[in-house]
């Protein structure tokens, strides 16, 4: 079902044919080419000719649990992977005679391990490789691995420049370990445990808590770095793989080089930045229209801050149900979201803002704010947080549990850590906030609002929300729903700071302020209900 037509210009120009008939014949010309690829798609169509190729992902779903013959059966028709080599055996922390492949597609990473023995090594990162599983193996041994393979099977199509490396946390690898199993990851901020002894190197299996769940960090002896001292807190890179070196846990990082492993240990904190040295004076948890990369936080700074030498972090939290968030701020997952403050500079006195990318001050469309000091700022709808905190629609809640903010001094935020400033917001649930023995929770700091004993009895009071009037306080939810169109809601936290003793004066408290797409920085930042300081 093949038709041609040709036209000869010249013969038209000759013939000297008005534009209507030369319109006409073009318009032939279209009708008949839609129809000859019309025809020619059904053809193939018809022919129902199969791709060679199978996608890594699709190969990782046809292991159900049992080792797998890899026939064109099992291939849907196909034989064939592709991807780019991350494995490097160079340094000697690879898993022996292995290739580690991985490919970017449908808008995700996958990867996959391949065992072809000793000729492993000649495969370096950014080798493009075409890969024949035809009459190959696919099975578990501590992570999904080809065998059967030998070099034959293997073509080096070209060396790519960059590799993709995806930031990931604990929570999201337990969860779902078959989306980041032999893929390059990062994991931003995880404290080693137990606390490394002063002698203490990196050879064998150990353990980092990143937000409220671990992960393995293997380390072989054949590995260059191997006797490398453990620090105490680290951030890593490297391919994620189950581990063979310890059967009870499939959640293993396995890093290629030794400036894979990153010294990330707060530094002692200078005397001059003193108690308090930051202070929350309002938030934006409800944007007009969708929250998503909208939603800020505004502090003050009561001391000269450079983040560079002092880093700092926030964390948000919503708490949603009744499951208890054990680890409280340092949970991760869906339940807290970490922003690490570290560049940028603040002066005594001055506001910055922490929070989406967007830079708004009332949703989309609404009028930029990104001249003001915006300290650190994430894409939070498609990253996850600075070390925990799974992407999200949003950070902060508008109804339910009571939200929190909370800012520590440093980067490394655990179970044990306690905030410089805090505050709540919200309903009065508790389920997922404090456990029923009051031994878990989220720690507060001595502040206007919290204290951590109890005035009247002297006992510890070390977690928001204990009852019997112990750190109870919140700030309450305001709905939009009785509101205009368009309207966002921020919160001024009003009081009065003495700046020299570091103290409350006042205590901070709500001043609702209904925003338009129309409203600017100085709404926020001047007027009725902001806080002072003196």
């Not at 030498?309 to 949603?320: D, Q």
Request: charge should be neutral; include cysteine.
């Amino acid at each position: 079902m093949v038709a041609k037509t040709i036209i000869n210009t010249s013969f038209i120009m000759k013939r000297n044919l008005n534009i209507k008939t030369l319109v006409l014949q073009l318009f032939s010309l279209f009708v008949v080419l839609w129809t000859t690829q019309s025809c020619e798609t059904k053809d193939k169509e018809y022919l129902g000719e199969l791709s060679p190729y199978i996608a890594l992902e699709d190969v990782r779903a046809l292991h159900k649990g049992k080792e797998i013959k890899l026939d064109k059966s099992a291939l849907s028709g196909a034989s064939t992977i592709y991807g780019v080599v991350i494995s490097d055996h160079s340094e000697g922390n690879m898993p022996e005679g292995t290739i580690i492949l991985q490919q970017w597609k449908r808008n995700r990473l996958r990867g996959m391990a391949l065992y072809v023995g000793k000729e492993a090594s000649n495969y370096l990162p950014g080798d493009s490789i075409v890969v024949n599983i035809e009459n190959t193996t696919l099975k578990r041994n501590g992570y999904l691995v080809i065998e059967g393979l030998n070099t034959s099977n293997i073509t080096k199509v070209s060396n790519v420049n960059t590799i993709k490396i995806i930031n990931a946390t604990a929570s999201a690898i337990k969860s779902t370990p078959q989306n980041y199993e032999g893929t390059l990851v990062r994991v931003l901020g995880g404290q080693m445990y137990p606390k490394p002894e002063a002698d203490e190197v990196f050879v064998g299996n150990k353990l980092m808590i990143n937000g409220a769940d671990t992960l393995n960090i293997v380390t072989q002896k054949t590995a260059s770095f191997a006797q490398s001292s453990v620090p105490r807190n680290i951030t890593v890179s490297g391919i994620m793989l189950g581990s063979s070196l310890d059967a009870s846990s499939n959640y293993s990082i396995y890093p290629r080089y030794k400036t894979d492993i990153l010294d990330v240990s707060d530094p002692e904190v200078p005397e001059y930045i003193g108690s308090s040295p930051v202070i929350i004076t309002g938030f934006l948890p409800d944007a007009s229209g969708s929250d998503g990369n909208y939603e800020y936080i505004q502090l003050k700074a009561n001391v000269d801050i450079n983040f560079k030498e002092v880093p700092f972090s926030l964390v948000t939290s919503t708490n949603a149900g009744s499951v208890l968030h054990s680890a409280g701020w340092a949970s991760g997952g869906t339940r807290t979201y970490k922003f690490n403050l570290t560049s940028g500079s603040v002066k005594k006195g001055e506001y910055f803002y922490v929070g989406g990318h967007q830079m708004r001050i009332n949703g989309a469309n609404s009028t930029k704010i990104d001249n003001a000091n915006w300290i650190r700022f994430i894409n939070y709808g498609t990253n996850t947080g600075d070390g925990f905190g799974d992407k999200s629609s949003g950070l902060m809640p508008n109804s339910g549990n009571a939200g929190g903010i909370a800012v520590f001094i440093g980067t490394n935020v655990s179970e044990q850590s306690i905030p410089i400033d805090v505050i709540f917001y919200g309903g009065n649930g508790t389920a997922s906030i404090i456990s029923e023995d009051k031994t878990l929770g989220y720690r507060i700091g001595n502040t206007d609002l919290y204290s951590q004993f109890s005035i009247e009895t002297g006992d510890l009071t070390p977690f928001f929300s204990m009852g019997n009037g112990n750190n109870d306080f919140r700030f309450p939810h305001q709905s939009k729903e009785s509101l205009d169109s368009g309207t966002g809601i921020f919160y001024k936290l009003g009081g009065k700071f003495d700046i020299n003793t570091r103290k409350w004066i006042e205590p901070r408290n709500a001043t609702i302020i209904s925003m338009s797409k129309e409203s600017v920085l100085s709404d926020i930042e001047t007027g009725e209900g902001i806080t002072i300081q003196e």
